[in-house]
């Protein structure tokens, strides 16, 4: 089945604590993307990757940070946590080249940090 | 500030009824709009989606209208379902960078038996 997955689903942590956020995709996907998402704020984009080793910011990159070094993984990493990381994480894959190919999105991370 | 402004918050409507979401933006460079749909506690899920050359598509019950003089465009859901009941987001794509995503606040549609 394709999917994309994330790990883990629930977090709860305390500030400061490094903390990783994994996501894969068994797709063969290019593009792998991180977004979070806040009432009254929508989705917005954190990192976005469009290859193996190639990843560039999205809109609110601050206090993340990514890899690429497989192409089915795209971790997203917060190295100090903080409260106002408190959001719910979703990562999304798809094909690189047309921006209209559907993009797959996993089941999200809700992350708590205290 | 948000890229693509979204309304209503949250909207109300009955068994049969039409739904209508709507979305501005002002950014001339956006090439690509597409609405996803999320159901509770899963991630959201692509819709429909248009290209600005054209006026309006239909696929099924789910139309979009698209206004490129105004910077507008609208998801209307025909014969609403409470299946349909969801959170919606509209977005938007740049044609310098179709890797970045710009999405709306969100939607949330309770549609009542």
């Given at each position: 089945?394709?999917?994309?997955?994330?790990?883990?689903?629930?977090?709860?942590?305390?500030?400061?604590?490094?903390?990783?956020?994994?996501?894969?995709?068994?797709?063969?996907?290019?593009?792998?993307?991180?977004?979070?998402?806040?009432?009254?704020?929508?989705?917005r984009?954190?990192?976005?990757?469009?290859?193996?080793?190639?990843?560039?910011?999205?809109?609110?990159?601050?206090?993340?940070?990514?890899?690429?070094?497989?192409?089915?993984?795209f971790?997203?990493?917060?190295?100090?946590?903080?409260?106002?990381?408190?959001?719910?994480?979703?990562?999304a894959?798809r094909?690189?080249?047309?921006?209209?190919?559907?993009?797959?999105?996993?089941?999200?991370?809700?992350?708590?940090?205290l | 500030?948000?890229?693509?402004?979204?309304?209503?918050?949250?909207?109300?409507?009955?068994?049969?009824?039409?739904s209508?979401?709507?979305c501005?933006?002002?950014?001339?460079?956006?090439?690509?709009f597409?609405?996803?749909?999320?159901?509770?506690?899963?991630?959201?899920?692509?819709?429909?989606?248009?290209?600005?050359?054209?006026?309006?598509?239909?696929?099924?019950?789910?139309?979009?209208?698209?206004?490129?003089?105004?910077?507008?465009?609208?998801?209307?859901?025909?014969?609403?379902?409470p299946?349909?009941?969801?959170?919606y987001?509209?977005?938007?794509?740049?044609?310098?960078?179709?890797?970045?995503?710009?999405?709306?606040?969100?939607?949330?549609?309770?549609v009542?038996?």
């Open positions: 089945e394709a999917q994309v997955t994330q790990n883990p689903r629930y977090l709860i942590t305390v500030t400061g604590k490094k903390l990783t956020v994994t996501c894969s995709q068994n797709m063969n996907h290019e593009y792998m993307s991180w977004y979070r998402q806040d009432p009254g704020l929508g989705l984009q954190i990192y976005y990757s469009m290859n193996v080793e190639v990843t560039d910011k999205g809109d609110v990159p601050e206090g993340y940070k990514v890899s690429r070094k497989e192409k089915r993984n971790p997203l990493i917060l190295e100090s946590p903080s409260p106002n990381q408190t959001s719910l994480y979703f990562c894959s094909r690189q080249g047309w921006s209209t190919d559907t993009q797959y999105f996993g089941p999200g991370t809700r992350l708590t940090v | 500030q948000q890229q693509v402004k979204q309304s209503p918050q949250s909207l109300i409507v009955q068994k049969g009824g039409i209508i979401i709507n501005a933006y002002e950014n001339t460079a956006f090439d690509y597409p609405w996803y749909q999320q159901f509770p506690g899963k991630g959201p899920a692509l819709l429909i989606a248009i290209r600005p050359d054209v006026s309006e598509k239909k696929e099924g019950r789910f139309t979009i209208s698209f206004n490129k003089s105004a910077k507008q465009f609208s998801l209307h859901i025909m014969d609403s379902q299946g349909d009941s969801a959170t987001f509209c977005a938007a794509i740049p044609k310098y960078n179709f890797n970045k995503f710009y999405f709306g606040s969100g939607t949330k549609l309770n009542k038996p």
